[in-house]
């Protein structure tokens, strides 16, 4: 496969039982096949888009002391602020070439506790770089709940399977900033290939070039999304807990040319993961005598724990 598969999820949506299968059966083989396919008919809207591209360039833009009063190394990264270089992907000597933000979930103090999270960074400077984090958050998490509603019925598993393990998951919303780059970065680039840690992902900003996926060839190919469409690719939890049925597959993001490289790029990730508890042990229905379980028994938040060690990001 030399092109990443595009699907509307208001076929998932309407009451057209034909089309509600169509969509299920086109986007379970793209993530079969490659493990990216391109989405629209999200829950994001112009306006919101927008106003976020808006505030994020504001917030990076601001001087460094500024943003680096938000940065919390004993949060491992997962919430707040993350400087430039400090992030590498597994197996990397080098940093990658970008700076990102996370927003976490959106809950009470109480539940903050009961599940273990770090709880979101207010950015005094911004007010209304919180609000509308906390709102693309919400739509880009609506929207994956129905994603991996259809993938469940790929599975010939219960449409709800995964919704009692998303809510109130530990996902994060993650804006990078690519910053131009005036020197010879070596070896370094955006980000180094890997595969992500979690169920599934959604990025914004994949509209120009930059972002490839490693095919079955071992071939790289460009993974372009039209303005009004989410990149959506699977993470390694999910590819874990179906045997492989779902491929994770390795994606990277190349530097461009000299031209391009002194320029800014933004691209805005949303990471999907469940609770620390549930279980990421292979589904029964994906074993088989030529498929063997191909993995040990593990929780979301041991595995997330142990890639956290890998990238750098959490001591051990």
Not at 78 to 87: A, C
């Amino acid at each position: 496969m030399n092109k990443i598969p595009s699907v509307n999820l208001d076929q998932f949506m309407s009451k057209d039982e034909l089309q509600k299968s169509k969509f299920v059966s086109e986007i379970g083989k793209a993530f079969q096949e490659i493990g990216f396919c391109a989405v629209k008919g999200h829950f994001l809207n112009d306006g919101l888009v927008k106003r976020l591209y808006a505030q994020i360039k504001l917030f990076f833009d601001l001087p460094i002391d500024i943003k680096r009063k938000y940065e919390r190394p004993e949060y491992s990264g997962q919430r707040g602020y993350v400087s430039f270089g400090k992030e590498s992907a597994k197996g990397s000597k080098h940093g990658d070439l970008k700076e990102y933000w996370h927003y976490g979930q959106y809950l009470t103090k109480k539940e903050i506790i009961k599940y273990n999270y770090f709880p979101n960074i207010t950015v005094n400077e911004l007010p209304e770089f919180n609000n509308v984090g906390k709102e693309a958050y919400k739509a880009l998490e609506k929207t994956a709940k129905y994603v991996l509603r259809a993938l469940a019925l790929y599975l010939e598993i219960d449409e709800n399977y995964f919704d009692n393990y998303i809510k109130n998951g530990n996902s994060i919303l993650r804006p990078i900033h690519y910053p131009p780059i005036n020197k010879d970065p070596k070896d370094a680039v955006r980000a180094a290939a890997h595969g992500d840690i979690n169920l599934i992902t959604l990025l914004m900003g994949a509209h120009g070039k930059g972002l490839q996926v490693q095919n079955a060839d071992g071939d790289w190919i460009d993974a372009i999304a039209n303005e009004d469409e989410l990149m959506i690719n699977i993470g390694d939890m999910l590819s874990r807990l179906t045997n492989n049925v779902f491929k994770s597959t390795v994606h990277r993001v190349i530097n461009p040319d000299k031209s391009l490289l002194k320029k800014s790029r933004y691209s805005i990730p949303f990471f999907m993961h469940p609770v620390s508890e549930m279980k990421l042990n292979v589904l029964d229905s994906c074993i088989c005598d030529e498929f063997p379980k191909a993995y040990e028994d593990i929780t979301a938040g041991e595995f997330l724990e142990e890639r956290l060690i890998e990238l750098g990001l959490l001591k051990k």
